[in-house]
């Protein structure tokens, strides 16, 4: 979006990875929901745009990833 003083958005650039998808997000809930307790000294939790959805099940089944 761009804005008259600023110019264009540049958290929109080309070749960003688009982190709004459901697959992101499931992996977030995941590891909001379950890593952040179990493994609560884990410093980066690394989602990945390129893994497919599996449902959030089907990411607490997998470990999150």
């Known amino acids: 979006m761009d804005h008259p003083a600023r110019g264009p958005d540049k958290t929109e650039r080309a070749g960003h990875p688009d982190p ?6 499931n992996q977030f809930y ?9 493994y609560f000294r884990k410093e980066s939790w690394n989602l990945d745009t390129r893994i497919p959805d ?8 997998s470990g999150c990833n």
């Open 20 to 25: 709004s998808t459901s697959s992101m997000r």
């Open 30 to 38: 995941c590891h909001y929901d379950f890593v952040r307790i179990r």
């Open 54 to 61: 599996k449902s959030y099940f089907g990411f607490i089944a």
